[in-house]
């Protein structure tokens, strides 16, 4: 027997009472444990795909203006893309053409983006993430292809579109050589795009590139490129502020600095249960004190110093906050895992529960931290006790 | 004051205040105590004798006068020190055994072992002896609740003798006993007095229990007779 047992002694005396008091603290860290893992399986499941996409530089022609959004500005040429190849830490830039057409399959007729790309450069664009599901890709030597995206190939029309089906874009006939994989989330533009090649964009969409897309070298650099880009290209319209050039690593940096508001809001809500669970563990040690002052009359008769008496009360709470804490872990992955698998089913969203072995820990410590801390003003209260009063109290 | 003096009560008064009304405990209560003496305190109750025994127990402090124990002026001791006075020095016997009931007997016994920080294996071991000493040996791991009252002041007697103190204060110990068990519990006190030369200061109503103590004081009204 030892000061520990005398304080584990105690809780077994009071079962109902210190398991719902363990249970409260156990809601808390659950629900810390349960909504940060939620919150990164959020955060990973938004940037995770733009995170592969970090070395892009997206140039557009047209501005944000206030009020009205974003403007285009007309278009680029091929002098453009030429020099924005040319600049240093640039690994590959491919323009894009692209306009909103009549789209036929079957009788059935939608208007869809169609995007003209340089196959050449079709690396450029879709990096190593968007590939075919079925069929190939577009060649340089394709005449009048095509490649769909997921969703208007499976989804859109009455009439699921295979490869090697014909379609009319914009009046011409245009053989299907693949279909794009589904893309969803940050990327589900591509679902419902349709890419050709340069050659044939030019005869249906035109001259204008709408849209250059840049590989860099270095993530490093990116920001340095795209003021060069921007002021390049400028330079070659004559137009100041004629340029946008995005950086996907500025995008994915604003991104996660909302994830961190976030985050800090989910744990603010959780906080709110734990500060519960506190004043709980608080009121508990409190009633504890006051039915055991006789006790801690006793004590102190036999020698109990104050110091005696505050551990024992202090190590009372906490291994209530310690075994609440426990259970508050595992009912939390249990917890993120039910909402994970549950937004899955309800939304159609991924988001995988991601356990940060530092949020457990913290929980726990935060958990064992605020029993400590509401457990010392009752168990002052019982070591200050005057011993005689105490012994007399009934 | 003389080596053999082990405690000393110079005008000790005691004021409590229940409510509005002040309530004189002790009146400037003068006394002496020898080592090795057995002392009853006899009195009606509220007459003071275990507001009395609680100064001399170290418990209370009085409002005025001062308590001595073996030459050491209580007064100029904290808390801690106190404590330290009580576990070391003074060996508590209380009449409703006040034991700890979540713990057993050996336990119990133990439990002042652990305020003064003696090893575990020596804890056990001595407690066990002592509960032997008081014919317990065979109620080692009862918890108080499956002890009879007589059987629970025997702990209680034990556990006082844990840090083997040389004051024993008893608050009406066998109160709250049947005679038979009263008879055995006297015996005890009167073993450690006899044998091993421990002081023991015991506060009673029952004049035959006084009367097997070798010196009776009378109490009334917050003053010794």
């Keep these: 027997m030892g000061i520990f047992t005398l304080a584990l002694g105690d809780l077994r005396e009071r079962k109902a009472r210190s398991a719902l008091t363990m249970l409260g603290v156990a809601v808390g860290i659950a629900a810390i444990v349960a909504l940060m893992s939620i919150g990164f399986g959020l955060k990973y499941s938004v940037t995770s795909q733009l995170t592969e996409m970090a070395d892009t530089i997206m140039v557009m022609p047209g501005r944000f203006t206030q009020g009205r959004g974003y403007v285009m500005l007309g278009g680029f040429n091929e002098r453009d893309l030429h020099d924005v190849k040319r600049i240093s830490g640039v690994r590959e830039a491919a323009a894009m053409f692209s306009a909103v057409k009549d789209v036929e399959h079957r009788r059935e007729r939608k208007l869809f983006e169609v995007v003209g790309i340089d196959p050449k450069e079709t690396h450029a664009v879709f990096g190593k993430i968007v590939k075919e599901e079925e069929g190939r890709g577009l060649r340089e030597s394709d005449h009048k292809t095509c490649v769909v995206g997921h969703s208007i190939a499976k989804d859109l029309f009455v009439h699921e579109i295979g490869v090697n089906d014909r379609i009319k874009i914009a009046g011409r006939t245009f053989r299907v050589v693949g279909i794009l994989e589904k893309q969803g989330g940050f990327r589900s533009e591509v679902d419902t795009q349709i890419y050709i090649t340069k050659r044939d964009a030019k005869e249906i969409i035109g001259d204008e590139i709408s849209m250059i897309f840049v590989r860099v070298r270095n993530i490093e650099d990116a920001e340095r490129i795209a003021d060069e880009i921007e002021e390049r290209i400028d330079e070659n319209h004559k137009i100041e502020d004629f340029t946008q050039a995005l950086t996907m690593g500025s995008f994915i940096r604003q991104l996660e600095e909302l994830f961190k508001i976030l985050q800090a809001v989910l744990l603010a809500i959780a906080s709110i249960s734990l500060i519960v669970a506190s004043i709980g563990i608080m009121n508990t040690m409190l009633m504890s004190v006051m039915e055991r002052t006789h006790e801690i009359g006793v004590m102190k008769a036999i020698g109990a110093r104050n110091r005696d008496i505050l551990t024992i009360f202090v190590l009372e709470s906490g291994i209530i906050s310690v075994i609440g804490g426990i259970l508050g872990m595992l009912i939390g992955v249990i917890g993120a895992n039910v909402i994970s698998v549950g937004l899955g089913s309800a939304f159609g969203i991924e988001i995988p529960a991601i356990l940060h072995a530092e949020v457990l820990l913290g929980g726990l410590a935060v958990a064992v931290i605020t029993g400590v801390l509401s457990g010392v003003y009752p168990a002052m209260k019982a070591a200050r006790m005057s011993p005689v009063e105490a012994v007399r109290y009934e | 004051m003389s080596a053999e003096e082990i405690v000393r009560l110079e005008g000790v008064t005691k004021v409590y205040h229940m409510g509005k009304v002040e309530v004189q405990a002790l009146r400037g209560v003068n006394l002496s105590v020898k080592r090795g003496e057995f002392i009853a305190i006899l009195g009606p109750s509220g007459s003071g004798k275990s507001t009395l025994l609680n100064m001399m127990g170290c418990l209370d402090k009085p409002t005025s006068g001062k308590v001595f124990i073996e030459g050491t002026d209580t007064s100029r001791l904290n808390d801690n020190e106190l404590a330290a006075l009580r576990r070391e020095k003074i060996g508590f016997v209380f009449q409703q055994f006040n034991l700890i009931h979540t713990l057993n007997a050996l336990e119990n016994v133990a ?41 629970q002041q025997r702990v209680a007697i034990a556990r006082a003798l844990a840090n083997n103190p040389e004051i024993i204060v008893a608050d009406e110990p066998t109160g709250n006993v049947d005679t038979d068990a009263g008879n055995v519990i006297m015996g005890i006190f009167e073993r450690l007095n006899s044998e091993e030369r421990r002081t023991i200061i015991l506060v009673t109503h029952d004049f035959d229990i006084a009367a097997r103590a070798h010196r009776k004081l009378r109490m009334t009204d917050g003053a010794l007779l």
């Design chain 2, 111 to 151: 439990l002042p072992m652990l305020f003064a920080g003696i090893r575990r294996t020596e804890r056990m071991k001595r407690a066990s002896e002592l509960l032997q000493k008081v014919g317990l040996s065979h109620r080692v791991y009862h918890k108080p609740m499956e002890l009879s009252g007589g059987e």
